[in-house]
């Protein structure tokens, strides 16, 4: 066991979720040490305590994962429990802190973030709950990676992370687990497995689910091929690749084109979905259909009775805040609690404890319940396969029907995507000093009601969190949000969110970008975007 010196670094403060830098960047002789060291040092309760490792199969978490087991040894960590392989997808994770009763977690990844030697890398602690290390814990990190002067690590060979059973890393007892089969169990404990098992053996439902070469592969095919009796074909690019084959972990329409030509062909699968980088992201698709997250959420909230887990109904829902407002009216409709928290899964995690909430989600394509701690994409494609068997009803059906109970919440994202830092931060500095002058100004043609800087103000632990976003919400209905993404790894990245509701369903069938035009139009004139970021057009529209 050794003590080494080192020199702290000035950038180790996590973002949305967790610290997350280019590989290159991780690769800088001491950066992970120290940022791990952080955590340990934070942690008291690691020592002597249970910790659960895996990441996303990502470039770099090989080499990363045997770091953090020498270090969490050298720290004094009793236990070790490692996916095979160093695999564990988010929700899985979750799912085995809080099977197991560990202290916490590390997951190695990204996410949504481009793999391989070029791509990005990142380090998310989860606390005892299973859910992501809450603001004052990744704050508590940060001043820790700037007080370092030294970390404790342990000399040793590699361990062998492909077998099965227990092992040990000196002191420290290392337990190799299959990552999948606990999350796999509590899938089938929530779900109407039977009925959806049924309906695919009848030809009913045919279900496509695209792994993108990232974490979800093994997960999907121990479910929907060897738990529900799907054939081989009905999961694609399976096995975790470390750069992700090349492609771009982030399932929206942008990056699923393959899945949908699938979908496209005539006797082809009826069922799309996908998930991200780390398993908690999900995209569920019909033919020539998309359901926007904003939307699934909804749907979720109110047909959730249809499903086993939740057959006794909702306490309560949470959106983050620039998720649209979809669920808001399906929450009023059901007498219900709807909450509102900043981006990020974190602030979810005190209403889920507390018993507040059941449902909640992230326009981000994140959804997920009170069964973990985390969003679960493939918890979301299962409960959409329930629904779609009990309702014997296509996704895009589902869909429409529910815009014609409630209403359309019109919603699109556009994302600015490594546009200049100082720019970006002049944008939203500019637009923050006229906030207290907008309300009853017009943009687009259309009255502002009011405009802020969203905070936050957690009603079960009282902790705030200000600066979350800035809010345009216009008269009668329309809202534009604008902030700075805090997982990019490139310069800044700006979001604009852009959202409507339409209550007529003869303007159902109208583009998002064409019933958007006048918002979007509102916010050029209110924030100037092109100009700030140097662009015509956003890099990606969601
Ligand atoms: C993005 C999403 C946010 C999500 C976060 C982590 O954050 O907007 O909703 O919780 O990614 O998702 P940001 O700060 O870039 O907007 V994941 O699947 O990358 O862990
Ligand atoms: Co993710």
């Not at 973030?113 to 508590?140: L, R, V, Y």
């Not at 959804?367 to 701690?373: A, L, Y």
Request: aromatic fraction near 8%; glycine fraction near 10%; hydrophobic fraction near 40%.
């Amino acid at each position: 066991m050794t003590t080494v010196a080192t020199t702290p670094f000035q950038d180790q403060r996590p973002g949305t979720s967790g610290l997350r830098k280019s590989v290159r960047h991780f690769q800088q002789p001491q950066y992970l040490e120290n940022f791990l060291q952080a955590i340990f040092s934070t942690v008291a309760a690691l020592k002597g305590g249970t910790l659960v490792v895996g990441g996303d199969g990502r470039f770099h978490n090989d080499v990363a994962i045997q770091t953090v087991l020498r270090m969490a040894a050298a720290n004094g960590v009793a236990k070790a429990v490692v996916g095979q392989g160093g695999l564990l997808s988010t929700p899985a994770m979750s799912c085995v802190i809080r099977k197991r009763g560990a202290t916490g977690g590390i997951v190695l990844s990204a996410s949504h973030n481009p793999g391989g030697p070029d791509g990005d890398f990142g380090i998310k602690f989860n606390a005892e709950n299973g859910g992501p290390a809450p603001e004052a814990m990744t704050e508590a990190f940060f001043r820790a990676s700037r007080a370092l002067s030294s970390y404790e690590i342990l000399e040793t060979d590699d361990i062998d992370l492909s077998r099965l059973g227990p092992t040990a890393l000196g002191d420290m007892a290392v337990e190799v687990i299959d990552p999948v089969a606990d999350h796999a169990d509590l899938m089938e404990s929530l779900f109407d497995f039977d009925l959806i098992k049924a309906r695919i053996a009848a030809g009913a439902i045919r279900p496509c689910f695209d792994a993108l070469h990232a974490v979800t592969g093994p997960y999907a095919e121990a479910l929907f091929i060897r738990r529900l009796g799907a054939d081989a074909a009905a999961v694609v690019n399976a096995v975790p690749l470390p750069d992700f084959g090349g492609g771009h972990p982030d399932p929206n329409a942008f990056y699923l084109r393959d899945l949908q030509d699938r979908l496209a062909a005539a006797d082809g699968p009826n069922f799309g979905a996908a998930s991200d980088g780390d398993g908690d992201r999900n995209m569920v698709l019909g033919p020539g259909f998309f359901v926007t997250p904003s939307d699934s959420l909804a749907v979720l909230a109110a047909n959730a009775t249809l499903v086993p887990a939740y057959a006794a109904g909702l306490k309560g829902v949470a959106r983050s805040m620039p998720t649209s407002q979809a669920v808001d009216r399906v929450a009023a409709a059901g007498g219900f609690p709807c909450y509102e928290t900043p981006t990020g899964w974190k602030f979810f995690g005190n209403l889920l404890d507390d018993g507040r909430i059941t449902i909640c989600g992230e326009e981000s394509a994140g959804t997920g319940s009170d069964h973990v701690r985390e969003k679960d994409g493939l918890w979301a494609v299962l409960f959409w396969l329930n629904l779609v068997a009990a309702r014997d009803l296509p996704v895009e059906a589902i869909v429409r029907e529910h815009w014609r109970r409630y209403g359309r919440d019109f919603y699109t994202r556009h994302d600015y995507e490594a546009i200049d830092a100082d720019r970006a931060e002049t944008l939203m500095a500019k637009l923050r000093a006229k906030l207290g002058s907008l309300a009853g100004t017009q943009a687009g043609g259309r009255r502002i009601a009011l405009a802020d800087d969203f905070a936050y103000h957690d009603p079960v632990d009282g902790s705030s969190a200000v600066g979350q976003g800035v809010r345009v919400i216009f008269e009668e209905a329309g809202r534009l949000v604008f902030r700075l993404s805090g997982t990019g790894t490139k310069g800044a990245t700006l979001r604009l969110y852009i959202e409507d509701f339409e209550p007529d369903p003869a303007r159902h069938d109208i583009d998002t970008q064409v019933r958007l035009a006048d918002l979007i139009a509102a916010a050029e004139e209110i924030a100037a975007v092109s100009h700030h970021c140097g662009r015509d057009a956003p890099s990606v529209i969601t």
